[in-house]
């Protein structure tokens, strides 16, 4: 079972498989290629209790990674408890240390939860990744395809506006694929209007 896993020089955390979105794009559609995202042992048999994952963790020489990101084959913060626990942890251990903590997310955390949890963030996450992904929610809906619908578009908004009063750096991404010179500036905008980074992925096909 892989719950922590080397990228770039990074050190990612997989915490479940478990999401509300099904993603047209998404990597986890993809067959195992030599690509760590398209490798089977991002597939958990079950999710690690939050114990295993600190103990991962403390195999590895934290220290030397350059940033820590919670990012695996589902959405990180459908388990935002232990992840905000498993940061409490590697802070007392490795205080000021412990390199930069990302999530990568879909921004849907306080539509799964039914609470603001953005206070939650301050102090403990360096930066949150949201998945924009489209400059409307009808197109949204249908890339991303979230159980909530076209509702979950908004929650995102509003998830990334309220985030940046906690978090020191908030980015929206979209990729590139299918993607015209006027969506894109209509994402750099629904961005701006939110204090938000705007970063276009490269497509990866899968």
């Given at each position: ?116 949890v953005c ?23 249908a890339i ?35 993607k015209s ?26």
């Amino acid at each position: 079972m892989t719950i922590t896993y080397e990228y770039e020089g990074a050190l990612y955390v997989n915490l479940t498989n478990r999401c509300n979105c099904n993603c047209v794009f998404c990597l986890r559609h993809g067959k195992a290629q030599g690509s760590i995202y398209t490798e089977d042992s991002l597939w958990l048999e079950r999710e690690p209790t939050r114990e295993e994952a600190l103990a991962d963790f403390l195999r590895r020489d934290v220290p030397s990674y350059r940033e820590i990101v919670f990012c695996g084959y589902g959405e990180p913060t459908c388990r935002m408890d232990d992840l905000l626990w498993l940061v409490d942890r590697l802070k007392e251990t490795y205080g000021s240390n412990l390199p930069p903590v990302r999530i990568n997310t879909n921004g849907h955390a306080n539509l799964i939860h039914g609470r603001d949890v953005c206070p939650e963030l301050k102090g403990r996450i360096d930066t949150l990744s949201i998945s924009l992904n489209a400059s409307t929610a009808a197109e949204y809906t249908a890339i991303c395809r979230p159980i909530q619908g076209e509702k979950a578009y908004q929650a995102m908004l509003d998830f990334a506006a309220e985030a940046v009063n906690y978090v020191p750096r908030v980015v929206f991404t979209i990729v590139d694929k299918d993607k015209s010179p006027e969506e894109i500036e209509a994402c750099r905008a629904i961005a701006r209007e939110r204090g938000v980074e705007l970063r276009i992925r490269s497509y990866i096909d899968s």
